[in-house]
């Protein structure tokens, strides 16, 4: 599932109730998998990023995406391995023999 939220909306923003769904996938939970439904939503989330979004008002409002997700999620869908591998951190290029 890829939900999204508005984070201006400091105190309820991560807020089940204020989750919304953007996609529901079932399949099996693998790289290539997740890379095709990826590529449903790339050009329009590119163009969120880019162009924002105007109101009825035509007031423009920027959008700034943040990725998060659990650990497994996180490790899928940036093609990395396993964490009793080599290189297992998400943020560096730390060898797993150097912790």
């Given at each position: 599932m890829i939900?999204?939220?508005?984070?201006?909306?400091?105190?309820?923003?991560?807020?089940?109730?204020?989750?919304?769904?953007?996609?529901?996938?079932i399949g099996r939970e693998k790289y290539d998998n997740l890379f095709q439904v990826g590529n449903l939503f790339k050009f329009q989330f590119s163009d969120l990023q880019d162009n924002g979004?105007?109101?009825?008002d035509n007031i423009h409002w920027p959008i700034?995406?943040?990725?998060?997700?659990d650990w497994k999620f996180m490790y899928l869908i940036m093609g990395l391995n396993?964490?009793?591998?080599?290189?297992?951190c998400l943020y560096c290029n730390c060898e797993s023999n150097l912790r």
């Open positions: 939900t999204f939220c508005l984070l201006n909306n400091y105190k309820n923003g991560l807020k089940p109730e204020n989750q919304y769904c953007v996609c529901l996938y979004i105007y109101d009825q700034e995406f943040f990725f998060c997700g396993a964490p009793n591998s080599k290189y297992f």
